[in-house]
């Protein structure tokens, strides 16, 4: 166990809908990461936010959008969902901003648009 | 742009010794991971390289070549266990680090 929560587990929704995706970080890290996995791309850098600023984005669609709370819990929203936004989503956390620290990944939400 | 290949597959023998090659262009290279991942589970931390050489934990090992844009993943003593996707990370960039993952190695370990 990572220490690290991610909610729900798995997702299933229609095309042209909004979800929130949710992760908790393990006590006490900063960072919250999203990640992207798919089969053909494997994990691809969404966006990264260290205590409650947007530290560094990656390639992520203008309909999607994260933010992290006083709390430091993160919450990724997807919105006008398409087939090809079905994946595997992992949010990681790290106690700093990043560099030489390693992610501590939680179980991912897997998510299906029909 | 950042651009990471590792070799698709491999299959190798329980007992044996396998490397797990990984070539990169970057620009402002920070340091380079390798994490183990499990069909349908998170990925997980086994080492960190930012400097030239070897890095041995146990019966892994990785190293690195910065001049070369080089790294390999050395696992001794296969155990069946080991089946799983090994995928290398930089983290590197020009005013705004992260860390890219190429899309992984999976490695099949047969008795």
């Known amino acids: 166990d990572s220490g690290v929560t991610q909610t729900p587990k798995h997702l299933i929704t229609a095309t042209g809908q909004r979800v929130t995706l949710r992760c908790s970080p393990r006590?006490?890290?900063?960072?919250v990461y999203w990640y992207q996995q798919s089969l053909d791309q494997g994990l691809q850098f969404l966006i990264q936010?260290?205590?409650?600023?947007?530290?560094a984005k990656g390639n992520i669609l203008e309909r999607f959008s994260a933010q992290q709370f006083p709390d430091l819990h993160s919450e990724l929203n997807l919105s006008s969902l398409e087939l090809g936004d079905s994946a595997l989503y992992f949010c990681?956390?790290?106690?700093?901003?990043?560099?030489?620290?390693?992610?501590?990944f939680g179980s991912g939400t897997q998510l299906s648009v029909l | 742009g950042q651009n990471i290949d590792q070799p698709t597959e491999m299959t190798a023998t329980e007992g044996a010794i396998v490397q797990i090659n990984c070539t990169y262009q970057?620009?402002?290279?920070?340091?380079l991971f390798w994490y183990q991942q499990h069909a349908g589970e998170a990925p997980t931390f086994l080492s960190y390289?930012?400097?030239?050489g070897l890095e041995e934990k146990g019966r892994f090992s990785s190293f690195l070549s910065r001049s070369k844009g080089y790294s390999y993943l050395l696992l001794k003593e296969l155990q069946m266990k080991d089946s799983a996707s090994y995928l290398c990370a930089v983290y590197s960039g020009a005013g705004s680090y992260q860390l890219t993952f190429g899309k992984g190695t999976k490695l099949s370990v047969i008795p």
């Open positions: 006590s006490g890290d900063l960072s």
């Open positions: 970057t620009s402002g290279f920070n340091g």
């Open positions: 936010y260290y205590n409650g600023e947007e530290r």
């Open positions: 390289n930012v400097l030239d």
């Open positions: 990681a956390s790290s106690p700093g901003w990043g560099g030489s620290e390693k992610l501590f």
